[in-house]
């Protein structure tokens, strides 16, 4: 469980060395607390259209219309293999948020979010945790779904608390299965029944506790940027093999996900990625020990958001347990409704990150 006792567990452990080492050179700082709208103000605006939501709430995750229930649950956030022996991947296209950040050998690995899973009987690969993904499902209130761990993401779960499933412990014999038809260690999946027993089993709160803030805030409708510069194609380059990029439909309003020189799809479903929203945050990122990683993401910094074909300057800043956005008059970010990509960007390569 999460803000209350996790976090009083937590100060009474010893931070293994090898995380002390990681987050030594973040700059981490303790920040102001950032006044942030509840979720019950946000849902009674006066401009959130009531149109045939009688009965339900604005997501926290997407800003769309979805029933209390699924709303009040604590969503759960799956590390996902994302190298070209793991394509095409599974299952999701469903997911809220996606992050995408950098491991070790200049690949990256993705973190799907989900508020809903029903009906999906696929999702993964299921990939091992990393220190950095951890806090970022710490930042959504999510339940951490991985297989095995690095030792730095050991340190960042033992200390912090961490409400987790393990593919490798006991609890991995409930949601985790093998695909035979892949090569490990990318053929570990997951689904609907699976995740629903390991977490009827866990013990974990399944719902958001006491000092849970979204992340997140929403306009009302899909509006466009003022002020925007054109974003047609937004390429995040993290090196020079690894350079995956998105490209903005005016027909449906969003952007479709390619990586590795051709279209991300969901073999589920047969479709590409697409969003509403992509905001890239600029973050210290280096390797702790000549191999392993460090993203630096909690702290503050610069970004960008993107939406409609237009993107602008933002910042973002690590508060009160959870991420917050302004844009550059130091205003909430209000973002359009629908799903949301992440990308934590090294802020010494920012010109890896191109908009056209």
Known sequence: MRRLTKKTMAMGMTIIMGLSLALSGCGKEELPEVSVPSTEAMNSAADIELINTEGKVVSDLTGEWVDPAVNNRRPVAIMINNIGEAMPQSGIGQADVMYEMIVEGGITRLMAVFSDYSGLEKIGPVRSAR???VRT?????AIFCHIGTSTLADSELASSGADHMDGMGGIGNYFIYRD??????????TSEEGLNEALEVSGFNME???GY???FSFNSKNKDIEGGSPANKITTAFSAYRAPWFEYNAEDKLYYRFQYGEAQ?????GEQLRYQNVLVLYAETYSVDGYLMEVCNEGS????????????PITWKYASE???FYDANGNDLMMNPGKTWVTFFDTANKSGVTFE
């Open 322 to 324: 959870t991420l917050h």
């Open 131 to 133: 220190q950095y993904y």
């Open 208 to 210: 958001h506790g006491l």
């Open 265 to 269: 799809i969901d073999d589920v479903t």
């Open 213 to 215: 803030e979204p992340m």
């Open 180 to 189: 035979n038809s892949r090569v490990a260690p990318h053929n570990a999946y």
């Open 137 to 141: 499902a710490d930042h959504m209130d």
């Open 301 to 312: 910094g610069e970004g960008y958001y993107a939406s409609n074909g237009q993107y602008i």
